[in-house]
């Protein structure tokens, strides 16, 4: 069956910008989470949702950093003025629930701020 | 706060010969453990989890790990190594208190030669 994507794959952002990164979930999935990579390092977590519900943003860097799951399905992480240091891969997993349950990772999205 | 270490940067074996790659975490609560493994130009990939019960758990290509409380482990094991095994492992702690938050370490590059 399908994965989890995300979109764009790739995208490039003049400091200042907003940019907005999707992700689709596996079907019935009901938790999803976003994840920031730096290059050489592991994923560090930044949000979590159990549906629509968000119950721990703890790992969003600043309140630039938006991300929201209306329907309980497709979510869309949002960034603000965008910062050179916001420069990383942003990985979406999604899961049956939370613990203990493994996680399916999307290909991530490529930020790159100029 | 949960932490996980993976000591090695890089780990190079021969094939045909044991593999082992190594993770430690910081004690906290319960931990859940999973190993997720990132092939060149792909998402992680679920291998294994140690939830509860057996200590040595089997997952995906071969692979097992086995989880020792005393010793805060979680070491990534195989008995005989293929090339095709070459990849980057990740090593991710969840505890039961933090339902959704995972923390991973920074990865281990395996290499396997032929």
């Known amino acids: 069956g399908a994965g989890v994507s995300q979109s764009p794959r790739y995208k490039v952002a003049k400091r200042g910008q907003d940019v907005a990164l999707r992700c689709d979930p596996i079907?019935?999935?009901?938790?999803l989470f976003w994840y920031q990579q730096a290059l050489g390092q592991g994923p560090e977590f930044l949000t979590y949702?159990?549906?629509?519900?968000?119950?721990?943003k703890s790992g969003l860097p600043s309140d630039r950093f938006f991300a929201e799951r209306p329907e309980g399905s497709v979510s869309t992480l949002k960034i603000q003025r965008t910062q050179q240091e916001d420069s990383a891969v942003y990985l979406c997993a999604s899961s049956l629930g939370a613990t203990p349950y493994e996680q399916y990772f999307g290909p991530g999205t490529r930020l790159t701020v100029t | 706060a949960q932490s996980v270490a993976q000591p090695e940067d890089q780990v190079n074996v021969a094939e045909g010969n044991p593999l082992t790659v190594k993770c430690t975490y910081s004690?906290?609560?319960?931990?859940?453990l999973f190993w997720y493994v990132q092939y060149p130009n792909r998402g992680l990939q679920f291998l294994l989890k140690?939830?509860?019960?057996?200590?040595l758990v089997k997952g995906s290509y071969g692979f097992e790990a086995e989880f020792n409380k005393s010793q805060t482990s979680f070491h990534l094991k195989k008995p005989s190594a293929l090339v095709s095994d070459s990849a980057l492992y990740f090593c991710a702690v969840r505890f039961n208190t933090n339902a959704g938050k995972s923390t991973f370490g920074d990865g281990t590059t395996l290499t396997v030669k032929p």
């Open positions: 140690y939830i509860t019960g057996d200590n």
């Open positions: 004690v906290s609560g319960n931990p859940y």
């Open positions: 949702f159990q549906n629509e519900a968000q119950l721990d």
């Open positions: 079907s019935g999935h009901v938790s």
